[in-house]
T-cell receptor, first 114, second 114 residues
Framework: DAKTTQPNSMESNEEEPVHLPCNHSTISGTDYIHWYRQLPSQGPEYVIHGLTSNVNNRMASLAIAEDRKSSTLILHRATLRDAAVYYCILRPGFSGGGADGLTFGKGTHLIIQP | SQTIHQWPATLVQPVGSPLSLECTVEGTSNPNLYWYRQAAGRGLQLLFYSVGIGQISSEVPQNLSASRPQDRQFILSSKKLLLSDSGFYLC?????????????FGDGTRLSIL
């Protein structure tokens, strides 16, 4: 799987927007960009994913650069419950006969200050 | 809606004892199923995945095994646990379609080996 690079940690204030960056300069044309988050002592939670166009859902927005070499997860109004480790993961768009699992890096530890 | 159940939530086992962790999915048919392990302070590691009944692929050689006796049931087993088997075990499911489909995780089982 292509590699992603994220900052180790970020800090934001409650009720402010948060922009979490991810670099994926070796992304292939068929790779999807997925974001998950993991709260302490819980399993990962799917947040959002996209291919080329920006995506919005009830949890967040995903802004994808035109060259697809980077993306940004946007939490529009952070709450204390958004404090978690956020993972940016690339997933091939088709099965190449190999493993179909997710490859989690170290992610970004998001700290929310009240 | 789809739900995933894992049990038990926590488990303490002596070295050399057997293990059986169960995962079931409701509300979908023929899901892809996955077992991951997260060691303390580390990222998730894919252990097994399955695309159908009786079809298991192993990603990491170890003393663990997996079985899928029914469409929406996935079991992780060991005949003799090692200290190194301690960790947070997570089951996940997805709809067939790899990169375009997110994975959804259960709440996990925290396994401690004494």
């Amino acid at each position: 799987d292509a590699k992603t690079t994220q900052p180790n940690s970020m800090e934001s204030n409650e009720e402010e927007p948060v922009h979490l960056p991810c670099n994926h300069s070796t992304i292939s044309g068929t790779d999807y960009i997925h974001w998950y988050r993991q709260l302490p002592s819980q399993g990962p939670e799917y947040v959002i994913h996209g291919l080329t166009s920006n995506v919005n859902n009830r949890m967040a927005s995903l802004a994808i650069a035109e060259d697809r070499k980077s993306s940004t997860l946007i939490l529009h109004r952070a709450t204390l419950r958004d404090a978690a480790v956020y993972y940016c993961i690339l997933r091939p768009g088709f099965s190449g006969g190999g493993a179909d699992g997710l490859t989690f890096g170290k992610g970004t530890h998001l700290i929310i200050q009240p | 809606s789809q739900t995933i159940h894992q049990w038990p939530a926590t488990l303490v086992q002596p070295v050399g004892s057997p293990l059986s962790l169960e995962c079931t999915v409701e509300g979908t048919s023929n899901p892809n199923l996955y077992w991951y392990r997260q060691a303390a302070g580390r990222g998730l590691q894919l252990l097994f995945y399955s695309v159908g009944i009786g079809q298991i692929s192993s990603e990491v050689p170890q003393n663990l095994s997996a079985s899928r006796p029914q469409d929406r049931q996935f079991i992780l087993s060991s005949k003799k646990l090692l200290l190194s088997d301690s960790g947070f075990y997570l089951c996940a499911w997805s709809v067939e379609g790899q990169g375009a489909q997110p994975q959804h995780f259960g709440d996990g089982t925290r396994l401690s080996i004494l």
